[in-house]
């Protein structure tokens, strides 16, 4: 006999959502591309779909945008971040792949509904030891949004000291 009510094994078999595999795939592509810049066609050549199909694929899958949910799981890991490590927000802000802390004030706030220093405050544990940790390691990408800060700061130093 024929079962009309469909299995929860069978949810990727519905029109036009990611397959479990693809799904699996993006989110595993997305965590280890956190902290670089990443580009809906290039999460969308890992699952070997086209840009547009994979985006309302993914919309449907995952109930938003393939923006929003990179920006949600940044946000994410800077929370795990702030709970973990006593490193300052721009150090967090940088390590999860956001150019700089107002841009992770910015949508830290459109996420949690809070800023991050104040969501960090409330839930630090009293008495804990605050020591400052080694910096974070800079990868390519960063270093090219922080040398071209360095050049503008200097060229303005310059005008200053003329």
């Not at 709970?83 to 004030?105: M, R, V």
């Not at 990408?141 to 700061?153: I, R």
Request: hydrophobic letters at 40%.
């Amino acid at each position: 006999m024929y079962d009309s009510t469909p299995s929860l094994d069978r949810r990727a078999m519905v029109r036009g959502q990611l397959a479990k595999w693809q799904a699996r795939r993006v989110h595993a592509y997305v965590e280890t591309h956190l902290d670089a810049p990443l580009k809906v066609s290039e999460i969308a050549q890992s699952v070997h779909l086209s840009s547009s199909h994979f985006s309302r694929a993914f919309k449907r899958t995952f109930g938003m945008t393939v923006h929003a949910w990179v920006m949600r799981r940044r946000i994410e890991t800077a929370q795990g971040m702030m709970l973990s490590t006593p490193h300052t927000l721009s150090e967090i802000a940088l390590h999860c792949g956001l150019s700089d802390q107002s841009h992770l004030t910015r949508w830290f706030r459109r996420v949690v509904g809070e800023t991050p220093a104040s969501w960090r405050r409330g839930r630090r544990e009293p008495g804990a030891l605050q020591v400052r940790p080694a910096p974070i390691r800079i990868n390519a990408s960063m270093f090219s949004v922080l040398s071209s800060a360095d050049a503008t700061s200097s060229s303005a130093a310059s005008t200053l000291a003329r």
